[in-house]
């Protein structure tokens, strides 16, 4: 490899006295697409901060085309030529396409005013390359998230960066588009520019990366070209663990055994929302995980949320424990035994202000209380509890959520919906952004529910999650339930096939 | 369960020793402004005439009083995420009627009733403000600032009405007691408003309502999931903050044995949203730092009495007051970069 364009040694970084980073490294060339993977709370995150200016290192060296640089701010980041798409939008969606792809760099006239002309013809271009199609003058917000992340990608490749570093870039899109964004990455890369690419898709790496450097426990593991490994041996080596052990033991913790599932708990016919929902036929039984299968925009997420009682239902029935139930918000949804685990944890599921306590005890809050006070002892029993059987990796139950990691921070969730001891748990997402190593623990935690004889209904896009852990799969195509497959006898290609295929030859397979 | 014990005794245990970050840091701003308050007054001490006369502090707590009971009901809206800009219209409505109904003929012949009335139905049309306040932001949406705008103006417009516009002054002791009476040496109102403090600091830290409202405050869409019963919880909210700028009008109007529907609360929303802020309050909601509120109330009292008695003309304190305002916005924002 000719001289590296960045190069990160010896990196240390401690927040109030716990190391984050105790000894990273990181080594980038010219024109490579190099992944950095790890587990939640390996550093990753913490050592992109330090590159882009966000974090100051508290020891090691930063090499940034040969020479030591110390980068102090984002813009003086960016100024060297590293740009950084992050984990969250970062956009304003009240603003239009074009506004937010020249936010910050807007072409000016002579005088200073912002020439909007050439700004929509620079708005144009960019998204020409990803070939969509936008309303320049449509505010943001009204796209779907899928867009959005694209337009955010746009922007960052836009600035003419050498090194653009995309933070989970996929975790919102669709296939189709996952590809549009491998284009554009290639693309990058042959006009030389370098990327580096944070994802929890192994999968993603193989197609697109050259090299991949692993870190845990706030140190580099391992880097090495992606041709020379495996997605086993990179699991094995970001969770410190035998690649062999691991065969053993299957890639997730579900394992679909016999269908003893009891009583029908929850019944759909024909539910309709004033949301994409079109018609929705299921049943999930007691002791029982039912997959919702689909593309992105297929209904599922709007499935949960009709059954939850977040959109309003306008067509069909629905029967909860065999009566007819009529549930009009969250709390008769909790009143009638159900719990819902939203797909977006930062918007819809932690109070970032919050201790982990304050938030795992949330919903169960008014069977806590008596006489409208807590029972604060009770409360940090129960919470103590649910950090050791969940495994919630924290300083103590008074620190506030926000400063612990995806992963940790969806098993408080958890936590907060399995306090209640619900008779159905609807999971949206349950191992999305979150690392490996919690991602196998969460999926044990909640196949020991159901063992147990909780009912489940798991949303995932997925297909390992689906097919080892559902026992019965429903197929939503545009906001109808097409088909429904049983396990034992999943495979990924019939599952596939049933989500692809045409609604029409669909109809008389609906059950 | 001899495990279960053992957590008992830790549970109980850890309420005590509480070493939490956030808690740290929020007291770590309290000790801050604690220390401000005392640089304050021992700086007085030096340089203030007489300032450790009883009658100072007689002076201070019942010009501050009636500033931090409407300021902790802010604060508990500012928790929201919202604000209430009626605290002073409501004060004037509630002061206003006041007297109205002792002073009324049927007031008079039964002064006892007559006064328990001239108390509770000023401080239930208060309530209903807050209803009002409370439903045009659950129900119908309506932006907290827009919303209580419309009593901003129109709660003064009634109080105007009421009183006919002019100062109307009364004769009646037990009534005043409330603003001129002391117990230790010391305003009764004074002695009202810090166990107001401490009611409400109690009901914010041990009560299910104070965490729904820090977690509506925090994640509005979290907390509905959760099953928290959001619309309830923001109702509530402004209704307490407008019954405790109903008693505040209550005891205004006691202290000057008049009521003058034009002055009564006056500004109070700013005064009242400035003690917040300087206490450690964030207008974007979820934190609630009653102690801090009334910290701020205090601060910000002494710094214009020190001011005055100094002969600073009145007018440069309003400057001296914004000053205070940005630098404890600027420790806010500085705090949450870091």
Not at chain 1, 73 to 88: D, K, L, M, V, W
Request: proline content about 4%.
């Amino acid at each position: 490899m000719a001289e590296s364009l960045l190069r990160m040694t010896g990196i240390q970084k401690a927040f109030a006295g716990v190391p984050a980073l105790r000894d990273a490294s990181l080594r980038i060339g010219p024109g490579e697409v190099h992944a950095l993977v790890g587990q939640n709370g390996a550093g990753k995150s913490t050592l992109i901060k330090i590159l882009t200016g966000v974090y100051r290192r508290d020891a090691g060296e930063v090499l940034w085309q040969g020479r030591p640089v110390d980068l102090k701010s984002p813009r003086e980041a960016q100024g060297a030529g590293i740009a950084t798409i992050y984990q969250e939008l970062t956009l304003v969606p009240q603003r239009t396409v074009t506004e937010n792809i020249v936010l910050g760099y807007e072409p000016r006239k002579p005088w200073g005013a912002i020439d909007w002309r050439a700004a929509d013809a620079r708005a144009r271009e960019v998204l020409s390359r990803f070939g969509i199609e936008l309303d320049l003058h449509r505010a943001l917000g009204s796209y779907p998230t899928a867009i959005q992340q694209l337009v955010a990608i746009g922007r960052a490749a836009s600035m003419e960066a050498k090194l653009l570093i995309m933070d989970e870039p996929t975790s919102s899109l669709d296939e189709k588009e996952v590809e549009t964004l491998f284009g554009v990455i290639r693309g990058l890369k042959a006009r030389g520019t370098s990327v580096l690419y944070v994802s929890h898709f192994l999968d993603e790496l193989f197609q697109v990366c050259d090299a991949v450097t692993i870190m845990r426990d706030g140190r580099t593991v391992g880097e090495t070209r992606i041709a020379d490994t495996t997605k086993l041996d990179l699991i094995a080596a970001m969770l410190g663990r035998d690649a062999e052990e691991i065969r053993a033991a299957g890639r997730t913790e579900f394992s679909v055994g016999e269908q003893r599932a009891g009583e029908v708990f929850l019944e759909a016919r024909h539910l309709a929302s004033d949301r994409r929902l079109k018609d929705l036929s299921l049943e999930v039984r007691a002791g029982e995980i039912v997959g919702l299968a689909g593309l992105l925009g297929s209904g599922r997420t709007e499935a949960a949320r009709a059954i939850f009682g977040l959109d309003r239902v306008t067509g069909g029935s629905l029967k909860v424990g065999a009566r007819a139930a009529r549930i009009r918000g969250p709390r008769d949804a909790v009143a009638a035994g159900m719990a819902y685990l939203s797909e977006d944890r930062k918007v819809e599921g932690i109070v970032p202000d919050l201790s982990v306590r304050e938030n795992l005890t949330l919903a169960l809050l008014p069977r806590l209380s008596r006489l409208g006070i807590v029972d604060e002892a009770r409360e940090r029993r129960v919470v103590e509890g649910f950090i050791k059987a969940l495994g919630i990796r924290t300083a103590d139950m008074d620190q506030p959520i926000r400063e612990l990691s995806g992963g940790n921070q969806q098993k408080v969730l958890l936590g907060r919906w399995l306090a209640l001891e619900p008779r159905l748990l609807i999971l949206d997402e349950p191992t999305r952004g979150v690392d490996v190593g919690a991602k196998l623990e969460i999926q044990s935690i909640i196949a020991k529910h159901v063992e147990q004889g909780c009912a489940v209904l798991l949303i995932s896009s997925e297909f390992e999650e689906l097919i080892e852990g559902a026992h019965n799969i429903v197929v939503l195509q545009e906001g109808r339930s097409v088909r429904r497959l049983s396990n034992p006898g999943v495979t990924e290609s019939r599952l596939i096939h049933a989500i692809a295929e045409q609604p029409d030859d669909a109809l008389e397979a609906a059950q | 369960m001899s495990a279960q014990n053992s957590l008992t005794g830790r549970g109980l245990g850890g309420v005590g020793e509480a070493p939490a970050p956030r808690r740290s840091r929020l007291n770590r701003r309290l000790l801050g402004l604690a220390a401000a308050l005392l640089a304050l007054v021992l700086l007085n001490v030096a340089m203030t005439p007489n300032f450790l006369q009883l009658q100072t502090l007689a002076v201070n707590v019942s010009q501050v009083a009636p500033v931090v009971i409407v300021a902790l009901g802010m604060t508990l809206v500012i928790a929201t995420g919202g604000v209430d800009l009626s605290v002073g219209a409501v004060m004037a409505v509630a002061g206003a009627l006041a007297p109205l109904i002792f002073g009324s003929g049927w007031g008079v012949a039964n002064p006892g009733l007559g006064l328990a009335a001239a108390f509770v139905g000023p401080l239930l049309v208060a309530a209903a403000c807050g209803l009002f306040n409370g439903s045009l932001v659950s129900f119908l949406g309506v932006q907290p600032i827009i919303a209580t705008l419309i009593l901003f103006i129109s709660g003064r417009g009634v109080a105007l009405v009421l009183t006919n516009g002019n100062l109307q002054t009364f004769t009646n002791p037990s009534f005043t007691w409330l603003g001129t009476g002391r117990a230790l040496g010391i305003p009764v109102m004074g002695w009202i408003a810090l166990a107001l403090a401490l009611v409400v600091a109690v009901v914010v830290r041990k009560t299910i309502y104070g965490r729904y409202l820090l977690s509506v405050g925090g994640n509005e869409r979290a907390a509905s999931l959760a099953g928290t019963p959001v619309a309830t919880v923001k109702i509530w909210t402004y209704l307490i903050c407008s019954t405790l700028a109903g008693l505040a009008g209550l005891i205004v109007v006691a202290q000057n044995s008049a009521s003058d529907a034009a002055r009564i609360g006056n500004l109070m929303e700013l005064d009242a949203i400035a003690a917040a802020v300087v206490g450690g309050a964030a207008l974007s909601g979820g934190r609630a730092p009653i102690l801090g509120t009334l910290l701020g109330a205090l601060f910000i009292q002494l710094v214009g009495y020190t001011l005055v008695a100094n002969g600073v003309p009145d007018e440069a304190t309003f400057i001296v007051t914004a000053a205070i305002i940005v630098i404890a916005v600027w420790l806010q924002d500085s705090r949450r970069r870091t």
